[in-house]
């Protein structure tokens, strides 16, 4: 089993880990190498001659071509486009297993790439003092082992998107709308609920137009924030950009939230609506906020949610699972 690509992104430490993870728990041999024709965000898995390709893009459209592979599995995949050998990825989630150890595994072409430096220095952060978000910060051994009440506690911390840092007209409208529903979404909560939190990773963009919901920097650091995600039942999410999902709805399910979002347009096996989320009906419905979270208040649902959804990521996302759902399906459609 060979896994290849040609720049490590931060859109591929969930499968580079998963496939370390893997590796080491079947006691076989870790091969990452470099492959320069792999496209950006996306890389090669190799097994038993079959070829497979994963697009980690946040956009829907395609990165590479699906016939010129065997499987291919993408990330951001419309319902329209699930046929023949395409298949979803479902949520990417930044994570990390073992950072330091992977790291001796690694091809030298990989290691030593200049396009790589920022993953191979979050690697070797192992207790995240000097990056954002470090892999030791990350690693899934870190991760919630169980469901804890906490009362049906709100959380919510999003980001702004300038639209003028976007040439292209569509995005610009995407984000006027996005940022209209995050400060509206923070605002209605924080009125409404006394055991929220909420707010916005300051920055200029966000400061001009919305300072009364600036998060402080002990905050807003990926170390802090998943320290808070612990202490929290449920997690408000909503589209991020491309109107795909963002990785917040993965850490949510991984830390076994209940989960409230704006519709999600993108395919995601056995996820459903009053199972694993409440949907809002539409990408500006901030105003139905309130009432789903008093539904999932109602009886504690929130509790059944957060423990269908650890379930769910045990799953789907875990890396004991990541490669042995892709090498079932994989199975499945031999012919």
Known sequence: MKLELSIWT??????????????RANKIDVNIV??????????????????????????????????????????????????NNIFPLNFNVPMAYKSHLLLLKLNK????????????????????????????????????????DFGGNILYYTRLWNPDNNPDKEEKERRMLQNEFRINACRIIKREFKNASVGLYSDSFSNKLAPDLLLPPDKSDKKSYLKKLTQYNIGIADDGLKNTPGWKIGEYLLYGKAVISTPLNVCIDNFKEHVNYEILSSRSSFEEIPGKIEFLLKEKKYLEMSENNFIWSTRYLHPKNYINRILNVIRENVL
Do not use: Q
Not at 10 to 23: E, I, K, N, P
């Open 10 to 23: 931060h859109h591929l430490t969930h499968l580079v880990y998963s496939y370390f993870y893997y590796c």
């Open 34 to 83: 470099y492959n320069s024709k792999i496209k950006f965000n996306s890389a090669l898995l190799i097994v038993n001659d079959k070829s497979i390709l994963f697009d980690y893009s946040d956009d829907v459209k395609f990165i590479d071509l699906p016939n010129n592979f065997d499987f291919y599995f993408k990330r951001s995949l419309l319902e329209k486009d699930k046929k």
């Open 109 to 148: 072409d990989l290691l030593f790439h200049k396009f790589n430096k920022t993953e191979i220095g979050r690697a070797l952060d192992i207790f995240g003092l000097f990056t954002n978000s470090g892999h030791g910060t990350l690693d899934i051994r870190n991760y919630p082992k169980n469901i804890s």
